[in-house]
């Protein structure tokens, strides 16, 4: 099991505008997994990530994407 997740995505006449992915483990080391339960989500009209952090008192906070160093994507 690399990764648990739920991935829910709303677009409107085709474009996208909404995103939500659900990731409910983190790998601790290789093959070892805790319950890390945490919420992604953002908007293409306002081009900013957010994550909920369930094991935190549900706290919200912006994050920045990982890049691949790819910029045509």
Known sequence: MDCVTTLIGISVDGEAKVGVVGKYFSETEPGKYKWD?????????????????????????????????????
């Open 37 to 73: 339960p945490k919420c992604y989500f953002g908007s293409a009209d306002y081009p900013h990530l957010f994550c909920v952090d369930y094991e935190n008192g549900s706290k919200v906070e912006e994050v920045k994407p990982k890049t691949t160093g790819d910029s045509s994507k």
